[in-house]
């Protein structure tokens, strides 16, 4: 962290050199502007076209609904104020020995494209024919990764939950698996609020209250006067689990019918509105599953994919001649795990051990032989030997509670983690006109 004088220094000597640098001189013989500094961030800064880059990027985004979008100079706010977090905990990350390596990163990318239903090389043709540059792109996303790695990390080491606070949740009608889908608009209350900073904060709410009334969409009033970090998402908070969310929130949200938002409620970190979008409940876990045994023949630079198949081909038809299964299992399989117990896989989910197993127990009535087919192994035979109906509903009901407590734990751990760091760090906002122009922290 750097003092304030030792940052006016730096911008001076930034300007200075700018000034003194011959391509500088040129830009300015041909009025030509020079880049501008919107922010400062400890020893770190924001200049205006990384602001221009990320707005554009935003009103792409709301192409389809650009009356989502707040006035410009409220949109660079926003903009803005979620860049100088994204450093705040980028530089904490560095600090901490927090890292996403070449290879996470691109295994990142790889997903990403995926999910867009396209292969890498087509997601940059994507990317680029937007205007947008690749290597932003990957910058980005590689922020985004390290960014989710300081929270695991922080996480990790302050969250913890255990039986007896499972069983709490679940005695006083907890871990329920009602679901809910919320929007959340939040007005932010500085550390040690005056009464009039208080005041002003509650107006603010009020004022957007009336306006969500008025008729004005729930997402574009979260994009303009939300202060909260899913503000640019339209506030949506997804689908939580009722004991996932605060408990003010969850509370909030029991008084609200589909498509209503709540009034302004007063919260420790600021004044709170709440729309409630959609609700579903939970069902009782009921699974089928199968207790299945199978020979593997590998392929590897002994056997090729063609010896592997013949192989299991042959072995089917053994079996199916009247030889023990077990026994070849045993002689010939090569999964470590089952060989020694006559290719026993025990009881599983269908979808215990990925589609092909999953499409093979389709395909074969309990007691027959599979038809001999191909994984990323090799190739398999097996023999569905029973299947039985499970009731998982408690354990499900466990795991739920365990998981709802957790991240409820790690929610309210990393917006504390957040603030701290907004608090301690140096900041000033050079933006023209932003309400919260100077220097903070």
Sequence with gaps: RISMPMNKLLASFLVLAAVLSPMAHAQLMNSQPIDGIVAVVDEDIILRSELDRQVQ????????????????????????????????????ADGSGVKVSDAELDQTLQQIAQQNRMQVPQLRQAIEAQGSSWQQFRDNVHEEAVV???????????????????????????????????????????????????????????????????????????????????????????????????????????????????????????????????????????????????????????????????????????????????????????????????????????????????????????GQISEPFHSDVGWHILEPLATRVEDKTAEAERNKARQTIGTRKAEEEYTSFLRQLRAEAYIEIRLPGSDRAGASG
Aim: charged share 25%; proline share 4%; aromatic share 4%.
């Design 57 to 92: 990027a935003i009103a792409r985004q709301y192409a389809s609904n650009p009356e989502r979008l707040p006035p410009q100079a409220e949109l660079e706010r926003q903009v803005l104020e979620r860049m100088i977090m994204t450093k705040l905990q980028v530089a904490r």
């Design 148 to 366: 989710r790695a300081l929270r695991q990390r922080v996480v990790q080491s302050q969250v913890s939950v255990s039986d007896a606070e499972v069983d709490s949740l679940i005695k006083n009608g907890g871990g329920n698996r009602d679901q809910l889908h919320l929007g959340h608009i939040q007005i932010t209350l500085p550390e040690g609020a005056s009464a009039e900073q208080i005041a002003s904060a509650e107006a603010k709410a009020n004022e957007v209250s009336q306006q969500l009334a008025s008729g004005m969409d729930f997402a574009a009033a979260a994009i303009r006067y939300s202060d909260a970090q899913n503000a640019l998402d339209g506030g949506d908070l997804g689908w939580r689990g009722t004991d996932e969310l605060p408990t003010a929130f969850a509370k909030i949200a029991e008084n609200l019918q589909a498509g209503q938002a709540s009034p302004p409620v007063r919260g420790p970190n600021g004044f709170h509105i709440i729309k409630l979008i959609e609700k579903r409940s939970g069902q009782s876990e009921i699974i089928t599953e199968y207790h299945v045994r199978h020979i593997l023949i590998r392929e590897n630079e002994v056997i090729s994919s063609a010896q592997a198949e013949q192989l299991v081909r042959a072995l089917r038809q053994r079996i199916e001649a009247g030889e023990d299964f077990a026994k070849l299992a045993k002689e010939y399989s090569k999964d470590a795990n089952t060989a020694n117990i006559g290719g026993d896989m025990g009881w599983f989910t269908k979808g215990g051990y990925g589609a092909q197993v999953a499409k093979a127990l389709d395909e074969t009535p309990v």
